[in-house]
């Protein structure tokens, strides 16, 4: 093993493993250290995304969409099945191997580009030094002339409900349940709530979500969150704003949860509960203390906006930096800041970074919400198209849900996309797109799109910011 290299990597995530392909492919001797161990005893390379977190859920999620739909809806198009069952220790099989499959394909492509995999643990020294601390506990410092943090982040633990072996347990244990609780509880209705909460109550369990903020989902659109709400309710997953969760105990097999809210104390009692109030940045260990990296008040590393630290030649990308923790936002970032040690002079437009929540029907957006074009007095004006009046929606029997687009009242640039509904996920990238190439509303209403699609939806919410829906009545004429 060589003790120097162009750039070294902590981290494997999405953020640093993007980040030290990328390096590699521009020429750049690179190594990269992660600590993670998968279920094998293998390095488990691509961070809480592809082992615990996004690539997992999702596994989850599309399972038991198709469960839901064979029980509950396949009668309506005409298909008739009956004794649908659920296995869940298969569903969790496959879920590993999906897993297991990317994560041996990271290690692929770090031996295919030519980067150096470290399993172990990696801490920054002063004067871009790596101290390496292998599985095996042997030590060895490295010389380095670029490092590039990227350790990533963990869930948020809470006191009133300490982790319980199997009962009460965070986003990484709710993958793991080996059967379907009767009844769950979920502490917070955030993305990983939502998520979790959706995969188990289509499996059959009775779910409360418990929220302590009085708003659903404060940082999507206003509408398309009540529409959310609403459609999330029908599901059956009971969702309760306001609410402080003060207490969490294990009694005779199951978990009593104390809460407060407007009418006062509350008790519940369920098999599980998931604790799922965010995530925090992981920098245990990670830093010396003459390293010159700082740290926010809130545990982030501190950088500028081309992810540069206050230490000389040292990045920090992912989710331990400002902005959201989303595996994409990570991505690019890592890539930027490889391209930049390179020389050349790339960026990252975070006005145009998307959201998702993979419930179903998923919600996703980019760009600004009405409430904060209100709160900034922007001026601007509307188009939305419901899914109720899509042909292709219509045929698939899932007609829940909108589009809404937001665009300057004055040059018609689009400042903001909306959309709870079917692939949500999917049709936000046309609103990206658009977005990063300042295009209008008109812009969007004269692309031709193919009929029929869902992302007409998104055409037609375009044409109708300036009233010139068809498939809508228009309260403008124009």
Not at 117 to 125: E, F, S, W
Not at 257 to 280: C, F, M, N, P
Request: with cysteine; charged share 20%.
């Amino acid at each position: 093993m060589s003790e120097n290299y162009d750039v070294i990597v902590i981290g494997a995530g999405p953020a640093g493993y993007h980040a030290a392909i990328r390096c590699a492919q521009l020429g750049l001797e690179t190594a990269c250290i992660d600590k993670s161990i998968g279920k094998s005893g293998d390095p488990a390379y691509g961070g809480t995304c592809l082992n615990w977190g996004c690539i997992p859920s999702k596994a989850l999620l599309d399972a038991s969409h198709k469960f839901e739909d064979a029980q509950k809806h396949f009668s309506e198009i005409g298909i008739n099945v009956s004794g649908v069952e659920v296995d869940v220790a298969a569903m969790m099989a496959r879920k590993d191997q999906v897993v297991q499959g990317l994560t041996s394909g990271v290690a692929g492509l770090f031996k295919g580009n030519g980067v150096t995999d470290l399993p172990g643990r990696g801490k920054l020294l002063a004067g871009c030094q790596v101290e390496y601390t292998s599985h095996g506990g042997e030590q060895q410092i490295l010389e380095a002339e670029h490092v590039i943090l990227a350790p990533g982040s963990v869930p948020v633990e809470i006191d009133p409900a300490p982790l319980t072996d199997h009962l009460i347990v965070d986003s990484t244990g709710a993958l793991e349940f080996q059967s379907v609780p009767e009844r769950l509880g979920v502490i917070g209705a955030g993305v990983i709530g939502l998520e979790l909460g959706s995969v188990w109550n289509r499996l059959g369990s009775e779910v409360v979500l418990l929220e302590a903020l009085e708003e659903f989902l404060p940082m999507a659109d206003e509408r398309i969150a009540r529409d959310s709400l609403k459609l999330f309710a029908n599901q059956g997953l009971d969702i309760r704003l306001g609410t402080r969760v003060i207490g969490a105990k294990v009694d005779a097999g199951a978990v009593l949860v104390s809460y407060q809210d407007g009418d006062g104390e509350h008790s519940l009692e369920v098999d599980k509960l998931i604790v799922a109030v965010g995530r925090r940045p992981y920098t245990e260990d990670l830093l010396s203390p003459d390293c010159g990296v700082n740290l926010d008040e809130r545990g982030f590393l501190c950088v500028n906006d081309l992810c540069a630290t206050d230490a000389p030649r040292v990045y920090a990308v992912g989710d331990v930096v400002r902005g959201p923790m989303l595996a994409h936002k990570g991505m690019e970032e890592g890539i930027m800041v490889a391209e930049r040690i390179a020389g050349q002079k790339p960026s990252v437009n975070y006005d145009c970074v998307p959201s998702v929540i993979y419930t179903h029907p998923e919600v996703a957006w980019v760009g600004k919400t009405e409430q904060e074009l209100k709160a900034s007095g922007d001026t601007y004006n509307v188009g939305t198209f419901p899914f109720a009046a899509s042909g292709r929606a219509l045929a698939a029997n899932d007609t829940g849900g909108m589009v809404k687009i937001l665009a300057d009242a004055e040059s018609d640039r689009v400042l903001g996309v909306h959309v709870v509904g079917p692939q949500a996920s999917e049709l936000i990238a046309q609103a990206v797109i658009a977005m990063e190439f300042d295009a209008c509303a008109e812009d969007l209403g004269l692309t031709m799109f193919a009929h029929p699609t869902l992302g007409e939806a998104v055409h037609e919410a375009a044409l109708g910011v300036a009233g010139h829906a068809i498939h809508m009545v228009n309260r403008k004429k124009r």
